[in-house]
């Protein structure tokens, strides 16, 4: 039973059947019906003009996005955990040639304006310095929580009063705005926004991700970006066709509340081993080794996240009855 | 009738139901078991031991290899209309961090050993000059051409005797082969190539092309780039399926073998208005235009190469009715 | 008897002087008076308000500039023969980010708006391409020919239509000027140049070439771009000194005066020899191998260019008796 | 009185008769007589043989090193406080084309064994992660501490042992050897560094650091780097000549010890205000803002390091009065 990572997760049925639906003769790479549909529908759901980009990873959308927003000389403000100083291999600073990443705290991997704002004010304005060109927060963050729009938009206007860009890392998107029950604008370019990587491939996706531009202006050069990076795939239309499809009705929301109901059961059972609140699909315990292996015996899959700590993630189409298993395994530790 | 290119092809439907049977959950990024066989696959095809990682696109996996080649400071001989000068947008240069190109002569996009040679004689050895690292050729070519396995071994000896890397784009190596009729091998590392971009995508896959590394130790660090480039796809195995499916039964053969003899019709229609011989899938024809819009009034649509140039491909799946009434319209020019 | 490169001249002594003179202690970087004074002095010599950076080689400066016009993903126009393409190790290709050179053709390494304005038509407007961003031209050219102010604002207006910035890499800038007479402004700014790399080491300088800025915005970047690649020196009034030696009186011009009226003496003795117009301060000649040899035995010391051609430079403090004597010996050959 | 910054120190008068006379025609670049001695010198210096280029800037020296020892997609472990992290405007990651830099802790901006082994065994062996390539420190430390030869060498037995490079930033290498009283080769080649960036422009040099490889193979494909990065001056001869009449005479470690002597003299009267041991030739004081605006009011120049601190540097050449002066102005807060 797998609880190790939601990207080996299957692909939802509506995706396959909208690759299957894709497979005809069109126009290659971005050239097709349905690339040419995605400006319009993501601009449907944020009730604004946004410019839309396949993209067939979460590290090539994080670092497009903020290649977009920052120079060579340069520095983008995340966090010390965030996933793109950690776990991209350095990809930021290959898309941006360079630029250097700042790293703030936070609990849960959460910054805030006032933290922020009080490391953007440490770094002299000179050129023995890379000065700060965009700050980039994840929602929900790598440990699960997620940032309300209210929190956002203080981290915007932070990032505004300094002339920053402000990017989001939405590799669970969906979660967030399951967990928050508002409006995908509220917590995005009403609150400041200027570019989303909104994740899919986790929620049910085949190998697609969208690159959001709230200021369309900022697409123009990422579609140069993108084809010098290779990720212009020449049979786009398969990657539009998941997309359209996880937007059709809903699904992704559908999804990541899935993910979450069921991280929500198991956190119920884990009460007082949580490290974080739960407010997405991952759960971060505390478990000893030997605790850790009896799940383990039990056929449950995980991730050891340090010393005395495990990480469990909820996939979209987890089986009831495997959450209800790693429950009461849980709660019988 | 589309005779535009064939990544506007449609994905072969054994290719399609291996993705669908991928559909189950397995670990993620390229840990899973269809990703692990790669490299056993493509070391029997080869004849050899090799290292074999899926890449979303040929421009990706051009650029991989040629980051494994070359140095930053470094220079890679490639043809004057070689794909990665022209049509990359400069991944070659991106991925290398700014590598350059020296760009050689030849008939039908072909480089010579004597040209190669000559080329690389007039670069000083001094540290005012990038010095060439890497030789990198097409096959088949930009213009449809075919090198032969002698033809590849003399610019491969001109290669190690300067020690210089050898790189193989094989965006269209199935009809380059099927042309042939030899073993893989024969083209490839018996002949001195150390890098094959092994192209899937036009002849029947849908996002992966296959890096094949004859030196395997050259992948390792290539491992840390592709993921740096956000090419590590999460669910890595439904790149993994289509390579093998294509594999199987040696359907990339086959598939290459229809789209050739379909070109090989169009040739034999088209005779004197032929610019390049046609030994692939591309044919080249001299059409004024008139006669380009005379073929388009019949529904043909082909790319304009240049001033009364056409270009056509014929694709893996070209209907046999649509080759013959192209074959028909050209001879009624 | 040095022939061989200007590089090789000694230092002028009003710049040794200013040197000297400006061993007192002073604020680090280009915090000093003398710094501070550059872009009042340029801003004065040119007649429009100019931005001025001292850089410490021509390489860099050159390199600077283009990374202010062109985009790691643009391209930069020039010559077959530029000192950019050819003798800088891929410095433009490094300080761009990867950015391509796309080559043009001319005599004597110039370009002509004829000839850019065709390779320019030759570029596809779509993504897989990478776009003009900017014309470089080499004034002297590095064949000893002099672009007059209608060429240069004939390029410049090609680069103007077109959207393209333009810099003009002046490493032998002041023999240009002293051979044309004109304003240093008539064959820059007033002709569309957006950058200079006005070239001083070469004509009696140490350290020190001037980065010049006409669109004086330009400039904030690069100064970050500048102490990024390491060329922001601690006690850089060593450079600003001799900078402003240069510019007194003219001094510039003086010396390169001297060179170009050397030059030309000898072009006078070589006759029909000459491969190219001597217009500045470089002679090429044809000369057989037995030639070259009797040259040197009678000690002089220049460049084999090539195959029967030999490259003489002759540089601001060379002795009157040495050109004598050499344009005897050519004469006698 | 300036106690700001030993960069804006004058240079010392043997430097300045060595500039002067390298005054004379000699070949271009490096291939000058006084360039050509520089690894025999340093060799002789050092005990064993090394590779020494002349570079314009300290910045430019440990870059060039960082990019000899780690690729783009590694890192490089520094302190946090590290002058290549906060104060070169991203240069390492220019030069390194984006490797990353990992910040380790320490008092005084000294890194030790256990705390970079620590760090080091943070580092996940997958290719999510940068993967460190080299531990860099800079002795005198940036807060005027020194490593001793047991330190240096318990850090390059942890370098060792994971198969890193290991760099020593030496901006005040004169500096920490006069304080340490041993052989220049035991606090480097043999306790592990692979490169030192040996600083002379702080200590009475004009614009020449000594980049010294103790893998002298390293420094090959560093030539190519130099040039690439414009940092190959044409008239090389100077650079060199400046560095050879440091050497001459140790007056290298004569100016050190000068200005060492100088900042004990001061630290003895701060007593109780000193934030750090003072072991080189720099301060760091507690005074608060009253206290700094009277030293200020007496004439005394120096750098406010953060609220309630001050740096002051003494330089080779302080005059005696005015470390006097300083030292009672202090001794009266």
Same mark, same amino acid.
């Given at each position: 039973?797998?609880?190790?990572?939601?990207?080996?997760?299957?692909?939802?049925?509506?995706?396959?059947?909208?690759?299957? &639906?894709?497979?005809? !003769?069109?126009?290659?790479?971005?050239?097709?019906?349905?690339? /040419?549909?995605?400006?319009? @529908?993501?601009?449907?759901?944020?009730?604004?003009? !946004?410019?839309?980009?396949?993209?067939?990873?979460?590290?090539?959308?994080?670092?497009?996005?903020?290649?977009?927003?920052?120079?060579?000389?340069?520095?983008?403000?995340?966090?010390?955990?965030?996933?793109?100083?950690?776990?991209?291999?350095?990809?930021?600073?290959?898309?941006?040639?360079?630029?250097?990443?700042?790293?703030? =705290?936070? =609990?849960?991997?959460?910054?805030?304006?006032?933290?922020?704002?009080?490391?953007?004010?440490?770094?002299?304005?000179?050129?023995?310095?890379?000065?700060?060109?965009? !700050?980039?927060?994840?929602?929900?963050?790598?440990?699960?929580?997620?940032?309300?729009?209210?929190?956002?938009?203080?981290?915007?206007?932070?990032?505004?009063?300094?002339?920053?860009?402000?990017?989001?890392?939405?590799?669970?998107?969906?979660?967030?705005?399951?967990?928050?029950?508002?409006?995908?604008?509220?917590?995005?370019?009403?609150?400041? !926004?200027?570019?989303?990587?909104?994740?899919?491939?986790?929620?049910?996706?085949?190998?697609? *991700?969208?690159?959001?531009?709230?200021?369309?202006?900022?697409?123009?050069?990422?579609?140069?970006? /993108?084809?010098?990076?290779?990720?212009?795939?020449?049979?786009?239309?398969?990657?539009?066709?998941?997309?359209?499809?996880?937007? *059709?009705?809903?699904?992704?929301?559908?999804?990541?509340?899935?993910?979450?109901?069921?991280?929500? /059961?198991?956190?119920?059972?884990?009460?007082?081993?949580?490290?974080?609140?739960?407010?997405?699909? *991952?759960?971060?315990? /505390?478990?000893?080794?030997?605790? &850790?292996?009896?799940?383990?015996?039990?056929?449950?899959?995980?991730?050891?996240?340090?010393?005395? =700590? @495990?990480?469990?993630?909820?996939?979209?189409?987890?089986?009831?009855?495997?959450?209800?298993?790693?429950?009461?395994?849980?709660?019988?530790?």
């Amino acid at each position: 039973m797998r609880f190790f990572s939601d990207n080996s997760a299957a692909v939802c049925p509506a995706v396959m059947d909208a690759i299957a &639906a894709a497979n005809t !003769v069109d126009t290659a790479y971005d050239g097709d019906a349905l690339s /040419r549909r995605l400006d319009g @529908a993501f601009s449907d759901l944020f009730g604004t003009d !946004v410019a839309a980009l396949w993209i067939a990873s979460g590290t090539a959308a994080n670092s497009l996005a903020l290649a977009a927003l920052c120079p060579p000389h340069g520095a983008v403000v995340c966090h010390r955990d965030a996933h793109i100083q950690n776990d991209e291999c350095g990809a930021p600073e290959f898309y941006t040639h360079g630029a250097k990443l700042f790293l703030g =705290e936070g =609990e849960g991997a959460k910054l805030d304006a006032a933290g922020v704002s009080h490391l953007l004010g440490s770094i002299r304005d000179d050129v023995h310095q890379a000065q700060p060109a965009a !700050v980039s927060i994840t929602n929900a963050t790598e440990y699960g929580l997620v940032y309300t729009p209210d929190e956002v938009a203080a981290l915007g206007e932070v990032a505004r009063r300094r002339g920053l860009g402000f990017h989001m890392d939405g590799a669970r998107f969906a979660n967030a705005v399951a967990h928050l029950g508002c409006a995908p604008a509220a917590v995005t370019w009403q609150a400041g !926004v200027d570019v989303l990587s909104f994740g899919f491939i986790k929620n049910g996706g085949m190998f697609a *991700e969208a690159l959001i531009f709230f200021r369309p202006d900022l697409a123009a050069a990422t579609r140069y970006r /993108r084809k010098r990076a290779g990720h212009l795939l020449s049979k786009g239309r398969f990657a539009a066709a998941q997309i359209l499809a996880m937007l *059709e009705g809903d699904l992704w929301l559908a999804n990541a509340r899935a993910a979450n109901d069921g991280a929500a /059961r198991l956190a119920a059972a884990a009460g007082p081993r949580l490290i974080h609140p739960v407010e997405a699909n *991952e759960l971060f315990l /505390r478990v000893d080794a030997a605790e &850790a292996a009896a799940l383990r015996a039990q056929g449950f899959d995980f991730y050891d996240w340090g010393p005395g =700590e @495990a990480r469990l993630v909820v996939s979209w189409d987890q089986p009831e009855a495997e959450i209800d298993a790693l429950a009461s395994a849980i709660a019988a530790l």
